[in-house]
Every structure is written in structure tokens, then in C-alpha cells.
């Protein structure tokens, strides 16, 4: 019989997280909208006991999902029809049998608290993409939903439900159609971990293993076994002998013996006889570098939509999959950026392999152009002649070089290059979006996510057509290497030898153009090498420009040179050869300018709610400056060492929307003021602030010094000097504006994301329209340091994005309060990567929740200090502690530490503290939290006083649950002794 029941209350695999309070028990709330959930601060709840042991046995051949999710119209055998929502579909009961649903769903109690049990899929719906696709499954698909026809990999130990696959039946993201065990082609998943697929692939050269006995096939193998969850492999020995092609020797703990790149993480990459202390702290939870994984069944209690969606950039699934080989990754991402800016080359040839390095990571490898030849004779004339035709106009040559007459020759052939460069990256632009429509709603729009617009207006994310456009239908190859185009241009230019001493040191009268053009991009300019003023309301300043080449001087500038006006505009370069320069913009005050940056004619937010519900008066502004690029390419370069002050509002200062946009300043005491999205930002683009060198002063509000949203990346770079990174953390009691409306602490701190940190599109509670985030790296290679910010912020993520701060030297400072110093939340990844001196982290600000190595529901997060005797000041889910899924790593490698947290919930430790049924999926995946202490004369306390089982040379094991169901993958653990942690800052 077919009965229908309104499921009022469904346990989602992602609660939304509770505002802050100070009990650690506090209960949770819902999370709204699409503002980055209030995060974790729920307590621990009441121990469950331990669930009944019922139901049919795996191998009875009983169909646990014979009705799973089929649809209402039929009957449902063995179970009743639920509605949750506007969706109606099957449920198996599951008479209280808690293992008893197919992976991925919950027995959950329908009647809350009569006993009425059925298996609920997750995420409470039975909607595509993919229900059931990789739930686990043994011997056959008797465990698996109707529809998933195949137990896949289940003759390697790995069997998860699958379908068979074709070109009329294509796979989902995270699957690719393949050949399967059974010979025919399944949709195979892509997401697995490396150890997971160790000996599991068929691979003779890889044969499982339990014990030696098993590797007598082998010749001088022994079994490799290091993780009792998985199989162990057998290895040849290597003492005397070399690996074959695709193997390396390692040392394991069987000795030396050939491991292929699936089974690495069986090595031991500490010198024999020194105390390995990660291996130490992973056994003392029942683990090892195998185990620390997510493995493809901890996918399951997530919904299909959630675990793929098309803007996951293609290398991420396997290095958050397996975090220790992620902290690789993104260590690796900054040795890149650090070779690129050692090279022995000009900056802005060091900037475009910069550049180019992104464009790889985002899976869009910049495409080069050919630069066209510069003419012998006339060459500034004849290339903005070739760059007005190539955007439909009509060039009058000889106007043109009798404008140019006066302008030296090889001033005349430099500058040509770099138009040259400007004619490519417009025809590049052209390239990437044929359509002019679409291209001039991606001008208006495509920037809304991160700067939104007055009328509240974006690009609907749920929209197919959309969604095709912002991940297949933009040819970002074309605008990456059109960005790197430029860059080399200037290099090869080398302006700097044309730089002019001014006559006066202050700029007090309009500036004096040598050259001037205009072209259909905006106006080709020359000035002279005078302090002067740009100021669009100077006859001849107004509109776009193309190209401003300014020969020196302490010079002002209020027109938007250097930032994309418009779809048309498609590429802006500013280059200024010298002096202490003022980059700004025409001030139109307006109402909530007080104590903020005063603001430009697009005006600020009027607040409509209250302050705890709602931004404050936010600017609006949507010009882009000072290498801001939107839809096409934008590039200020400042060249010399002079002391500059740059300011703007939103998509500025090294910012790009569907585009590249870099800030390139060679040096001096700089200052850098915005407010919002600018500063190394990105969103579908790739956004570079590169600063050489000089003690430098960085504000912002929100998204900006090292920020990145989907499909973009968002760097900072600086070289040398004492620097400020300063993002307001909206806390009134220290000085702080809420600006910014944050859901941790409203009216109390702002949404930082920034200072190395990426941020997804989180939509579970609105149209289900997911958006991965980006890579987001602030780098500062030397230096005393400050940095500051609030909620999410210094080195982190968000919602599959990944953030990293590296600050490779220097006594620093590290400041925020919640989600900070190493922190993540929802399947991101992050990291704080510090070189050395004596560092402090958190005390100055209010230490709230979440800092300095705390991973939160699927992220993982590394804050790895190598040298120096340094101060943690840690609030709750702190100091190397993992929370509902997560994992929290951290590693002090040298000095003598103080390490105080603000709760027992910290400094190795793991809990989670929500409330899932007994027998919710949430339950059976890890949870990480480790701390390795590997030198020095160290002091552990808990709000000042002695922290009981922490200190030197001790060990210890914390989960925060009695109840033994969950308490079994609580892996908190800590270590402080003298050894090697095998994990470093480079």
C-alpha cells in the first residue's frame, strides 16, 4: 500500500552552524541565505548509547534500497512515500536498524520519537544529479538504489554503486565512463584517493597483501602495510637493487622498498633512527598517512550536487581527498610563485609567469599571441593606427604621426609594443566572448557575486545557460595568455629608461600630454615627465583609456587609467616611470562616507534592516582602477621606488572579473586603501597586487589581499619590507566598523575573506546552485609583518575554495576571530605557512572560535610555524583540532612556544558536535585533529592555567564525545617531543 507522509524535520548532511555565544553547549540555528554559515559552536550533546544491532546481514541478499527513491506513482514495496518539500519519493523502512539504509542515507525517525523508520537519502531529496552513485555496496548490488545496476571496484575491496554508461547516458561530474570490473563501461569515480586506489586497481605490479605470505608471487617482495583500514601492497625491497620505471625507493616500514605514486603515503620520509612523529601521532588514533583520508564512502552522506558541481577546478577532488598530499599541493602552488619572483628577470616578466602559473591552476592555460612587428619608421602612429582598425575604426595615419613627431624614436618604438599588446589582448577579448550581448551582460553583471550592484541584480547562478557560460562558454585561455601578453610587452619595453626628472615635486596643474590619441578602446596618451594632475574633467581626460605611458614626476591621477570602463574597453594599462605618485578618483561624498573612504559617484548602500541583519553602508561603486580588470584586461604598472598612495573603492588594485588585472608597484613605502573586492582579487579571473619591496600599508574591508571566488584566483606578492596587511575586523570594542553584515558575530566583525583565503557559492538552503571556489595565495617573502582580519581570513577557504598565507621570514603578528590563521569550513582547504621568527597568533583581538589550524565539515587546514619562539593564543576549535569532519593539522617545528587555548577544545583534538540521529552517515566519517610540538621548551594553558595532559615529551588522545559510536573517529591527537614531523612551511 502507498501511503504519503509530510516529512516536517529531515537531519541534512550540512546543518547550517549558530550565531557565537559564550557556553560551549549552545544549541544550533539555521543558516540562511547565501552569507557563509555562522560556523561551529554547537556543544556537546547528550551521549546517545549505543544503537541496536538489527536488520538484515550485508550478505543476506536483501535489497536494502528495493524501494529507495523510486518514484510516488508506483507502489512502494516494503516502504511509504515521504514529501519533504515539493519532492515526493520512496523510503525503505528501516525498523530501527541503523545500519541498515544504503550508505549515504538515514535511518531516521519520521514520527520524532514513535519508532517510524526509513532510510532518508541525502540531503533529504532524490533529485539528480547523482543519488546513490557511490554509496558502498559487497558482492553484488544488493546494497545499492534501483537504477545502480553495479557494484564497481568490489574485487578490489572498494565496491561502490554505479550505472552503466554510454553516449546516451553520460556520467556526472565526478565520474568518467569506463571500461569496469565486468567489462562493460560504467561511470567510474574520478574522486577517489590515491591510498584508496593503492593495490586496488588490478595492477600486478601492485598485488594486495594482509601478510608476506601473500607476495609470493613477487620475487623479493614484502607486504607494505601501514593503515589496518586498507589493503597493504607488495613492495620489492630496494636495499641493493633499483626500482623499475613509475617507482621510486622509500623508506617503509618493512625498509627500503619500490612504491608507485598510488602507494607513496606508505613511506616514511624520515631518516632512519629519528622519531617520526606524524607517523607517532596517526597511530596513537588508529591511523597513518594511508588513513588520513576521505575516502569515496565519507562521500556519501552528501547530496550528488554538493560532492561535484562544474566549476571544481580538476585537481582539487584529489588533494582534499587526501590532505597530506593537499598541503603539498598548495605548498607547491607557492614554490611556483617564489621561483617566478627570484628569476633573474624585470618584474613584469616575472609577473606574467605569474600569471601564466594561475591560468594552469584554473585548468585554462593562458594562450600566447604573437606580438605583431613594430614599423621602422613612424612606429607610435602605425600602432595605434593597427590598434583603432582592429577595433572596427578608421585610422588617419597622417594625423597620427604628426602628433608623434616630437616623440624620440626609440621612446616612439617602446611605447609600440606595448600598444601592440593592448591591439592583442582586444582581438583576445573578442576571441573569448564572440557575442556582444554577452559580453556586455558579463560587464554588468558578471562582478555582482563579489561587488554587488545597487538594484541588487546578478547573474542567476541556476540558469543552465549561465552555467554553461561562466565554465565552457568563455575562452579563458584567450584572456590569460592576453594578460601574459602584456605583462612581457612591458618587460621587453623597458620604459624605465625613459624616465624623466621633474621640474616640479608637487603636482598642483593638469598634466601635459606629449602624445594623445584617441582610438575606439579608450585614449592612447603620453605625458610628460612633470608632476602633474590626470583629472577627468580636464578637456581631453574623460572617457576610457587604452594606454597612459607617464614619463615621471609626482603625479596625481583621478582618472580610471588602468581599470576597464567598459566591454568596449577592453584592455587599460597605466605605466608610471617615476615619483611619489597618488592614485585616486573624483570624490562625490555621500551619506556613511564618515570615518570610511570617501566615495565616488556610484554612491553607498542605504542599511534597510537592522544592523545585525544587514550590511551597512556599503559602497556601491562599480569603477574599476588601478589594474582593475572587468570582461578584459587591466595592468598599472609603477615603476622606480617612489612612495605611492593608491586608493579606491571595489575591483581595483590587482583585481580581475573575467579578465586579468595586475597591480605591479617596484618599490617604495606604499600605501593600498579599498574597500571591497580589490587588492589581489579575483572572480572568473585572475587577479595579481605584486609589490617589490618597501614597508607597505595594505586596507580593506572585505574579498581583497589574496581573495578568490569560483573558477578564479586572487595573489599577492610582496618581496621585502615591514608590511601591514589590515582588513577591519568590525569588532567596535577594538576599533573595529561592522561594515560588512557577518552572520558569526552580526554588528560585531565583518566578512573578512581575504588575506589568503577562497570562497565558494554555498546554495543548499536556496536554489541548489553550488559553486566552487577558487585559489587564493598572499605571499610576503620577507619582513616584520602585521596582519589582521576578522571572520575568514589568513589562509583558508570556504566552500571547496583553497587559501593559503605563506609568510616565508620575519617577526609577524596574526590577528582575527573567527575562522582565522588556518582555518576552513565546508569541503575547503587551507593553510598558514610560516618561515620563521618569533610570531605571535591572536590576544590582541577577542578569541572567539575556530582559529590557528581549526578545520571545520570536510576542510582541512595546516598552520605549520618552522622556527622561532612563538605565542598561540587559540579560542575553541583551535591549535590543530578538527570539528564534524574536518581536519585541523598543526606543526611547530622549532623554538620555545606558549600555547594557551580558550577551551579544552584545542590543541590537538577532535569532536562532532551536532546533533545527527544514532546511525546518520555524518557519523561514521573522521574527524582530524593533530598537533605536533617537534622542539623546544614548551607551556600549554587553558585560559591561563596549566592545561592538564599537555605539555613537553608528553602524548596524548582527545575526542569531545562519550558516545562510542562517534567517539571511535574522534582522531584528536598531540604530540610534543624532539623529532621530525615530516611536514614544513617550504
Known amino acids: 500500500m502507498r501511503r504519503l507522509l509530510l516529512l516536517s524535520l529531515l537531519v541534512t548532511p550540512l546543518l547550517a552552524c549558530g550565531e557565537e555565544v559564550d557556553l560551549p553547549d549552545a544549541a544550533e540555528t539555521a543558516d540562511t541565505g547565501v552569507h557563509p554559515d ?148 560504467v561511470c567510474r569515480a574520478t574522486q577517489v584517493a590515491a591510498a584508496e586506489l593503492c593495490a586496488r586497481t588490478g595492477d600486478p605490479a601492485e598485488a594486495p597483501c594482509a601478510v608476506d605470505g601473500d607476495c609470493a608471487g613477487t620475487p623479493g617482495a614484502v607486504c607494505v602495510r601501514s593503515e589496518p583500514r586498507l589493503p597493504g601492497v607488495c613492495a620489492v625491497r630496494c636495499d641493493n637493487s633499483a626500482c623499475g620505471a613509475g617507482f621510486e625507493c622509500a623508506e617503509t616500514l618493512r625498509g627500503p622498498a619500490c612504491l608507485s605514486a598510488r602507494c607513496a603515503c606508505h613511506g616514511l620520509p624520515v631518516p632512519a633512527g629519528t622519531r617520526d612523529l606524524l607517523q607517532e601521532v596517526l597511530t596513537s588514533v588508529g591511523s597513518s598517512r594511508c588513513g588520513a583520508i576521505f575516502d569515496i564512502f565519507d562521500w556519501a552522506p552528501n547530496p550528488g550536487d554538493i560532492v561535484f558541481d562544474p566549476y571544481r577546478l580538476s585537481w582539487y577532488d584529489a588533494a582534499h581527498n587526501a590532505p597530506l598530499s593537499g598541503l603539498e599541493v598548495m605548498k607547491a602552488m607557492v614554490a611556483d610563485l617564489d621561483a617566478d619572483a627570484t628569476l633573474s628577470e624585470s618584474h613584469p616578466a616575472r609577473a606574467a609567469k605569474m600569471v601564466a602559473r594561475m591560468a594552469a591552476r584554473l585548468d585554462r592555460p593562458a594562450l600566447p599571441h604573437p606580438a605583431g612587428p613594430v614599423a621602422a619608421t613612424e612606429p607610435l602612429a602605425e600602432a595605434v593606427a593597427a590598434l583603432i582598425e582592429a577595433a572596427g575604426g578608421t585610422a588617419d595615419r597622417a594625423a597620427l604621426a604628426a602628433d608623434a613627431a616630437d616623440v624620440p624614436d626609440d621612446l616612439q618604438r617602446a611605447v609600440a609594443q606595448v600598444v601592440d599588446a593592448v591591439r592583442r589582448a582586444h582581438l583576445a577579448q573578442r576571441a573569448a566572448v564572440p557575442t556582444a550581448s554577452t559580453r556586455d551582460d558579463l560587464w554588468s553583471y558578471g562582478p555582482a557575486w563579489i561587488a554587488p550592484r545597487a538594484d541588487g541584480r546578478a547573474l542567476n547562478a541556476a540558469s543552465d545557460s549561465v552555467r554553461e557560460l561562466l565554465n565552457d562558454g568563455i575562452d579563458y585561455g584567450e584572456l590569460y595568455g592576453a594578460g601574459v601578453d602584456v605583462l612581457e610587452a612591458l618587460a621587453q619595453a623597458d620604459l624605465s629608461r625613459f624616465a624623466q626628472v621633474p621640474t616640479s615635486s608637487v603636482a598642483t596643474s593638469t598634466a601635459t600630454f606629449v602624445f594623445s590619441a584617441e582610438t575606439p578602446l579608450g585614449r592612447v596618451a603620453i605625458g610628460d615627465g612633470d608632476s602633474g594632475v590626470y583629472d577627468p574633467r580636464a578637456p581631453g581626460m574623460d572617457g576610457a583609456w587604452a594606454l597612459l605611458v607617464d614619463l615621471g614626476g609626482n603625479d596625481e591621477y583621478r582618472v580610471p587609467a588602468g581599470g576597464n570602463q567598459s566591454a568596449d574597453n577592453s584592455a587599460s594599462v597605466l605605466v608610471d616611470l617615476g615619483g611619489d605618485d597618488v592614485y585616486g578618483y573624483v570624490v562625490t561624498p555621500a551619506a556613511g562616507d564618515q570615518g570610511r573612504l570617501p566615495s565616488d559617484a556610484g554612491g553607498r548602500y542605504r542599511t534597510i534592516r537592522p544592523p545585525d541583519l544587514d550590511n551597512g553602508p556599503i559602497s556601491l561603486s562599480q569603477v574599476p582602477r588601478q589594474g582593475g580588470a572587468r570582461m578584459g584586461i587591466a595592468v598599472l604598472y609603477d615603476i622606480g621606488e617612489g612612495r605611492d598612495h593608491y586608493q579606491s573603492l571595489r575591483l581595483s588594485q590587482g583585481t580581475g572579473v573575467v579578465g586579468v588585472g595586475v597591480l605591479l608597484d617596484e618599490g617604495g613605502d606604499d600605501q593600498y586603501f579599498a574597500e571591497a573586492a580589490s587588492q589581489g ?34 595573489v599577492v606578492y610582496d618581496l621585502t619590507g615591514d608590511d601591514q596587511y589590515l582588513m577591519d575586523p568590525g569588532d567596535p570594542d577594538v576599533g573595529g566598523d561592522p561594515l560588512y553584515f557577518n552572520a558569526q558575530r552580526p554588528g560585531r566583525a565583518n566578512s573578512t575573506l581575504g588575506q589568503g583565503f577562497a570562497f565558494g557559492r554555498r546554495a543548499d538552503t536556496t536554489d541548489r546552485a553550488f559553486m566552487s571556489g577558487g585559489v587564493a595565495l598572499l605571499v610576503d617573502a620577507d619582513g616584520n609583518d602585521r596582519y589582521e582580519g576578522s571572520v575568514f581570513t589568513q589562509g583558508g577557504g570556504y566552500w571547496f575554495g583553497t587559501g593559503v598565507l605563506a609568510d616565508h621570514a620575519g617577526d609577524d603578528t596574526y590577528d582575527g576571530l573567527w575562522y582565522a590563521m588556518a582555518a576552513g569550513a565546508h569541503y575547503a582547504m587551507g593553510a598558514l605557512l610560516e618561515g620563521g621568527g618569533d610570531d605571535v597568533y591572536g590576544g590582541a583581538f577577542p578569541r572567539v572560535n575556530v582559529t590557528v589550524g581549526g578545520g571545520h565539515d570536510y576542510s582541512a587546514v595546516f598552520l605549520v610555524d618552522e622556527a622561532g619562539n612563538d605565542t598561540y593564543a587559540g579560542a575553541r576549535i583551535t591549535i590543530g583540532a578538527g570539528n564534524l569532519n574536518g581536519v585541523g593539522v598543526f606543526v611547530d617545528n622549532a623554538g620555545d612556544d606558549l600555547y594557551d587555548a580558550r577551551n579544552v577544545y584545542g590543541i590537538g583534538a577532535a569532536g562532532i558536535l551536532e546533533s545527527f540521529e544514532p546511525g546518520s552517515p555524518r557519523r561514521k566519517v573522521q574527524t582530524i585533529g593533530l598537533f605536533i610540538d617537534a622542539a623546544g621548551h614548551d607551556t600549554y594553558t587553558v585560559n591561563g592555567a596549566a592545561f592538564e595532559g599537555r605539555g613537553d615529551d608528553l602524548s596524548w588522545v582527545a575526542g569531545q564525545n562519550a558516545d562510542p559510536e562517534i567517539n571511535t573517529i574522534e582522531w584528536g591527537a598531540g604530540v610534543d617531543g624532539e623529532g621530525e614531523s615530516s611536514l614544513h612551511a617550504r
Do not use: K
Not at 687 to 701: C, I, P, Q, T
Open 38 to 185: 555562522a560556523g561551529p559552536d554547537a556543544g556537546e550533546p547528550e551521549d546517545a548509547g549505543e544503537p541496536e544491532d538489527g536488520g538484515p546481514d550485508p550478505d543476506s541478499g536483501v535489497r536494502f534500497g528495493q524501494s529507495s527513491c523510486m518514484p510516488c506513482d508506483t507502489e512502494c514495496p516494503g516502504g511509504l512515500c515521504l514529501r519533504a518539500g515539493d519532492e515526493t519519493f520512496c523510503a525503505d523502512a528501516c525498523d530501527e536498524d541503523l545500519e541498515g539504509c544504503p550508505d549515504g542515507f538515514t535511518c531516521f525517525d519520521i514520527s520524532q520519537g514513535e519508532g517510524q523508520y526509513y532510510c532518508v537519502p541525502p540531503g533529504a531529496t532524490c533529485l539528480p544529479p547523482q543519488t546513490g552513485l557511490g554509496t558502498s555496496c559487497f558482492g553484488d548490488n544488493t546494497g545499492c538504489i534501483l537504477g545502480l545496476e553495479h557494484c564497481e571496484g568490489d574485487a578490489f575491496a572498494l565496491g561502490y554503486c554505479t550505472r552503466g554508461c554510454d553516449a546516451a547516458a553520460p556520467c556526472p561530474a565526478g565520474y568518467a565512463c569506463l571500461p569496469g570490473d565486468d567489462g562493460v563501461d
Open 681 to 714: 582579487a579575483a572572480a572568473f579571473g585572475i587577479g595579481l597586487l605584486y609589490d617589490a619591496g618597501g614597508n607597505d600599508v595594505r586596507h580593506a574591508y572585505t574579498m581583497s589581499q589574496g581573495f578568490a571566488f569560483a573558477r578564479a584566483a586572487g
